[in-house]
């Protein structure tokens, strides 16, 4: 049973910093890739940081020199350092996998609430 365990969510000031991870286990096959997403409109989901099996980045543009994505392959776990942190940054964020041979897989997702 595939399991993304999200972690380091929580309240903080203005300015402050967090660090969540996403531990990922009973995944068969490689993963090509992690990511992390924040909710939108209508029930979706926007990218917010992802990294690809060779390592490449990619981040939103609220999150570019603020936030930065790493993953630990050895322990299939991914995480986002966040600094800087402003109360726009408030949101649930869903940490996402995708495995070879197309399998797509979601936590429950992590509260991060910055106050002013």
């Known amino acids: 049973q595939v399991q993304l365990a999200e972690s380091g969510g929580g309240l903080v000031q203005s300015g402050g910093s967090l660090r969540l991870s996403c531990a990922a286990s009973?995944?068969?096959?490689?993963?090509?890739?992690m990511g992390w997403y924040r909710r939108a409109p209508e029930n979706q989901r926007e990218l917010v940081a992802d990294?690809?099996?060779?390592?490449?980045?990619r981040y939103a543009d609220s999150a570019k020199g603020r936030f930065t994505i790493s993953r630990d392959n050895a322990r299939n776990t991914m995480y986002l350092q966040m600094n800087m942190l402003t109360p726009s940054d408030t949101d649930v964020y869903f940490c996402k996998l995708v495995a070879r041979g197309g399998g797509v897989y979601w936590g429950q997702g992590t509260q991060v609430t910055v106050s002013s």
């Open positions: 990294i690809g099996s060779s390592g490449i980045t």
């Open positions: 009973g995944i068969f096959g490689d993963i090509i890739g």
